[in-house]
């Protein structure tokens, strides 16, 4: 499986890395070149120190970089050859692919307000209170 590097909503980089551990399957991350030959893959990554390869068994998890694809540049000729094509529509049902929903929602409801803080003159006190009063210690 190629997966991205990271998310774009929060920059994470942990999509990979969680997909191979819930499926049991060895990983590569940050793949600048992939070789495959004989039910192995050679994965190439740069590090700080420049160039590392890993070796691993198919089935895997791999993440890419922005160095692992030259992206191809369309030209107008191109351009005007895909818009005389005609695209197939396909819907869920025509693949096999049940997309009744699986989740109920039971309740939303916004958590609690914040009460004021307040302030203790000093650490006794707040020694004190964090035992007694909110028992957290």
């Known amino acids: 499986m190629i997966l991205g590097k990271q998310a ?3 920059d994470c980089n942990q999509t990979g890395q969680m997909l191979a551990a819930l499926c049991d399957l060895p990983q590569a991350t940050f793949a600048s070149k992939v070789e495959i030959a004989d039910g192995h893959a050679s994965v190439t990554r740069e590090v700080d120190g420049g160039l590392e390869t890993l070796k691993i068994t198919l089935p895997a998890v791999v993440t890419t970089d922005l160095r692992l694809n030259e992206p191809r540049y369309v030209t107008l000729p191109n351009i005007m050859k895909a818009k005389k094509k005609t695209l197939e529509v396909f819907k869920p049902a025509d693949l096999g692919v049940d997309v009744a929903p699986r989740i109920k ?3 939303v ?14 650490v006794a006190t707040l020694v004190s ?9």
Not at 109 to 122: F, N, T
Not at 129 to 137: A, R, S
């Open 105 to 107: 929602t039971l309740k």
């Open 8 to 10: 774009i909503d929060d």
């Open 129 to 137: 209170k964090l035992k007694n009063d909110v028992k957290v210690i």
């Open 109 to 122: 409801s916004e958590p609690p307000k914040r009460s004021a803080g307040i302030k203790v003159p000093d």
